[in-house]
DNA sequence: CTGGTGCGC
DNA sequence: GCGCACCAG
């Protein structure tokens, strides 16, 4: 066969290849968009998005993100943490994968091999031990930040573990999290993975009562202060993310209860 | 709980 | 790549 009818053949075969790829990329994200089941704003999971600044949402079925590819992590993770989901079921930690669902590629794994830093989880696995899906889930490398070891297992869990507190206190609340990714931050790894200077925490309780928030702002250091002391107000971390995090409330409550820094209606 | 490394197969 | 032992805050 000469050159002039074999070319023809390789650019069909090419082309052929790369429509089927991205064919089974749409496919796969779909399959996951739709085994969510069906969504509607009476749905917390999608009523309490909050928006993305990267145009990159991901849902997988235990939690939902916002991908910046710059910074190779979640600007933000949102998920319900309801109180039926608590669970002290011990599951082994399976080994972290690169999520798939992220269309311009997710941060590789070794980024973080070696780097001195943990693969701090942002939606936490210990909130997701309802089951083995959910829990394994969460070890996708979309899932993670870069986090010093003493802040993530100090007042990083702490606070994690106040979360699953108030899931059980009032009857589940909405959680929303994710590293600042604003100005001069370190990287990691040959992908460049960026370390926040900051983490951030928003909580929202609609399953109690009068709708209350909460937020926090952390410093990426371990501290031995009280939590309280790192409350701050929803705008302020709307200010500092460019993030708008309820949008779909009601607007007079949104704003009243976004600017408040207060704490007293939170259980510590 | 939150994570890590090293070793053998 | 996977399972397992062992370590740290």
């Known amino acids: 066969m000469n050159k002039r009818k074999i070319y023809p053949i390789l650019v069909l075969i090419l082309v052929v290849a790369v429509y089927g790829y991205e064919h089974f990329l749409k496919t796969e994200e779909a399959t996951i968009i739709i ?16 928006t993305s600044t990267t145009g ?8 939902s993100l916002s991908y910046s590819e710059p910074h190779e ?4 993770v949102a998920y319900e943490l309801k109180k039926s989901q608590l ?3 011990n599951f082994d930690r399976p080994y972290f994968e690169i999520d798939k669902a992220v269309k311009t590629g997710a941060a590789d794994w070794k980024n973080y091999k070696n780097s001195g830093f ?17 829990h394994d889930e969460t070890f996708l490398t979309s899932n993670i930040s870069p986090q010093e070891h003493n802040f993530n297992a100090g007042i990083w869990n702490n606070l994690e573990q106040k979360v699953r507190y108030w899931a059980s206190k009032y009857d589940g609340v909405f959680v929303v999290t994710g590293g600042v990714l604003k100005g001069n ?3 990691i790894g040959y992908e460049r993975v960026a370390v926040p200077n900051q983490f951030y925490k928003v909580l929202i309780d609609t399953n109690s009562g009068k709708t209350k928030m909460i937020a926090f702002l952390m410093p990426h250091e371990n ?3 009280p939590l309280y002391e790192f409350v701050v107000s929803v705008d302020t971390i709307e200010t500092l993310t460019g993030i708008d995090f309820f949008p779909e409330l009601d607007d007079a409550l949104e704003n009243k209860l976004e600017a408040s820094n207060s704490y007293k209606d939170w259980s510590f």
Request: charged share 30%.
């Open 118 to 134: 943990d693969r701090g989880h942002l939606c936490p696995a210990g909130d997701r031990r309802y089951s083995k899906e959910a």
């Open 56 to 63: 990159q949402i991901v849902h997988h079925k235990g939690y």
């Open 87 to 89: 669970s002290n079921t």
């Open 73 to 76: 992590q979640a600007e933000w």
């Open 185 to 187: 931050m370190e990287t």
């Open 35 to 50: 085994s969510e089941g069906k969504k509607t704003k009476e749905n917390t999971n999608e009523f309490f998005l909050p």
């Open 223 to 225: 501290s031995n202060k």
